[in-house]
């Protein structure tokens, strides 16, 4: 079965600092990594996705993951945290084979304070 | 949110009562989807529509249905066999139907309580 883990309900960093929102997976076949965030009673906006190739992925805002196969990870970090970061950050994974396919897997969401 | 559209914000049920939840994509997306998301639980797919007139159930279907007349439109009914329907509901959709690389992209949702 698919599935992504988010081991940490809540992260808080000062700003300016760099912070990282962790991910890890399990899929079979290749996986299809994505980041999302939501802002309180709003819907997810997309900020970047691994398909393939670099694994080091950019995104928007600022925001760039690392896709790390051995570890089966993929962590989301920004060099210099802003409070307007602050938000529910979504990791998710699909993968190329079998009845799942194209289907998205959801983690519980991590809950990012930046303070000032 | 892009294209997407769902209303309304914000919907009061009673108990017992039948309630459609709207959902309007003007992206020309083939797919579109439904989750519900309850804290602390991630989303969760309901249904999802590959093409017009074809839909197939998700993880938690039951309590709830769907129709798919338009390729733009993709209304969720949540009927009164669903137990705990209080929730937030998405709406998502992707330009090709169950890529595994696409990318969906989602409305601004709509906050269900049932009093």
């Known amino acids: 079965a698919q599935s992504v883990a988010q081991p940490e309900d809540q992260v808080n960093v000062a700003e300016g600092n760099p912070l990282t929102v962790k991910c890890t997976y399990s899929v079979s076949g290749n996986p299809y990594l994505f980041w999302y965030v939501q802002y309180p009673n709003r819907g997810l906006q997309f900020l970047l996705k691994y398909i393939t190739g670099d694994n080091l992925v950019k995104g928007s805002y600022g925001f760039e993951a690392e896709f790390n196969k051995s570890q089966t990870s993929f962590h989301l970090k920004k060099p210099s945290a802003l409070v307007s970061d602050s938000a529910l950050y979504f990791c998710?994974?699909?993968?190329?084979?079998?009845?799942?396919?194209?289907?998205?897997?959801f983690g519980r969401g991590t809950q990012l304070t930046v303070w000032p | 949110d892009g294209g997407i559209t769902q209303s309304p914000k914000y919907l009061f049920r009673k108990e017992g009562q039948n309630v459609t939840l709207s959902c309007e994509q003007n992206?020309?997306?083939?797919?579109m989807y439904w989750y519900r998301q309850d804290p602390g639980q991630g989303l969760r797919l309901i249904y999802y529509s590959q093409i017009v007139n074809d839909f197939q159930k998700g993880d938690i279907a039951e309590g709830y249905s769907v129709s798919r007349e338009k390729k733009e439109s993709f209304p969720l009914t949540v009927t009164s066999a669903q137990k705990n329907p209080t929730a937030f509901y998405l709406c998502?959709?992707?330009?090709?139907?169950?890529?595994?690389?696409?990318?969906?992209?989602f409305g601004p949702g709509t906050r269900l309580t049932v009093l």
């Open positions: 992206l020309n997306h083939d797919a």
């Open positions: 998502a959709s992707s330009i090709w139907g169950l890529q595994s690389t696409d990318t969906q992209y």
């Open positions: 998710a994974v699909s993968n190329d084979r079998g009845s799942t396919l194209g289907r998205l897997y």
